[in-house]
């Protein structure tokens, strides 16, 4: 597995530690999870039910090889809540580079109409081009647009995956749009990432609290509000026209 032990790529091996010998039971989940949201949606659609596809027994220290993409859940003792998740990626995590990992991604700053081009279309890497051309105004703009995007994408897969990819979670979707916070500061039950100056909006700032997960321990969930909307949509619309900085 990866130095972090919260995924294992594609034809990477992972053993579980324990007891020489003791049994443990492996879960593999083909739940695909979806994005995080816009921060200002209240009322967040939580996704598909969770479905295991596939279970087996190993024992301890024993190699097992991660075949399959998506979240394996093990324990020691079914009869509780209590195990250790982790989630299969891609053999190129967190750096993506095939067109199939690359473009999901873009749902954050895409249409709906521009997402099922890259996924139906003829020619998914040429409606993707065309994409970053279109909102740059020019080749360079485009280059330039194109590697800060995939940076923040990659930056948040390795710094924020638990049991689902990091640029799928909730600081992932605000670390991707808005950057690197200026500051990040402990509030009662989680932390707060701020930004000095964004537009005209002066200070914004995003409290992430922690929550109790059974695959991954703790992890932060964003404290949604609609009083986000127009800070939202005016960066985003800086991504579409090409001025992000």
């Given at each position: 597995?990866?130095?972090?032990?919260?995924?294992?790529?594609?034809?990477?091996?992972?053993?579980?530690?324990?007891?020489?010998?003791?049994?443990?039971?492996?879960?593999?989940?083909?739940?695909?999870?979806m994005p995080?949201?816009?921060?200002?949606?209240?009322?967040?659609?939580?996704?598909?039910?969770?479905?295991?596809?596939?279970?087996?027994?190993?024992?301890?220290?024993?190699?097992?090889?991660?075949?399959?993409?998506?979240?394996?859940?093990?324990?020691?003792?079914?009869?509780?809540?209590?195990?250790?998740?982790?989630?299969?990626?891609?053999?190129?995590?967190?750096?993506?580079?095939?067109?199939?990992?690359?473009?999901?991604?873009?749902?954050?700053?895409?249409?709906?109409?521009?997402?099922?081009?890259?996924?139906?279309?003829?020619?998914?890497?040429?409606?993707?081009?065309?994409?970053?051309?279109?909102?740059?105004?020019?080749?360079?703009?485009?280059?330039?647009?194109?590697?800060?995007?995939?940076?923040?994408?990659?930056?948040?897969?390795?710094?924020?995956?638990?049991?689902?990819?990091?640029?799928?979670?909730?600081?992932?979707?605000?670390?991707?749009?808005?950057?690197?916070?200026?500051?990040?500061?402990?509030?009662d039950g989680?932390?707060?990432?701020?930004?000095?100056?964004?537009?005209?909006?002066?200070?914004?700032?995003?409290?992430?609290?922690?929550?109790?997960?059974?695959?991954?321990?703790?992890?932060?969930?964003?404290?949604?509000?609609?009083?986000?909307?127009?800070?939202?949509?005016?960066?985003?619309k800086k991504?579409?026209?090409?001025?992000?900085?």
């Open positions: 597995m990866s130095n972090n032990t919260n995924y294992a790529k594609y034809g990477e091996s992972f053993s579980v530690k324990g007891n020489a010998g003791a049994p443990y039971f492996v879960y593999h989940f083909s739940t695909d999870f995080a949201p816009p921060p200002m949606v209240e009322d967040a659609n939580l996704g598909n039910p969770m479905v295991v596809d596939t279970s087996f027994q190993v024992a301890a220290e024993e190699t097992v090889l991660v075949n399959k993409q998506g979240l394996y859940y093990i324990q020691s003792d079914t009869t509780t809540k209590d195990g250790k998740g982790f989630i299969g990626v891609a053999e190129n995590f967190p750096k993506y580079k095939k067109m199939k990992n690359l473009y999901p991604t873009m749902v954050y700053i895409s249409t709906q109409n521009e997402m099922m081009s890259f996924i139906q279309g003829e020619r998914p890497r040429l409606a993707f081009e065309n994409f970053w051309l279109n909102v740059a105004g020019s080749p360079d703009n485009a280059k330039r647009l194109i590697k800060v995007y995939f940076e923040r994408v990659t930056e948040a897969n390795i710094k924020f995956t638990d049991y689902k990819e990091g640029w799928k979670t909730d600081r992932g979707i605000i670390y991707i749009i808005f950057g690197s916070p200026d500051t990040i500061s402990n509030i989680g932390i707060r990432w701020s930004y000095n100056s964004n537009l005209n909006h002066g200070q914004v700032e995003f409290d992430f609290l922690e929550e109790d997960n059974q695959f991954t321990g703790t992890h932060y969930e964003l404290k949604r509000s609609y009083d986000y909307k127009r800070i939202w949509f005016d960066t985003v991504w579409r026209n090409g001025t992000l900085q």
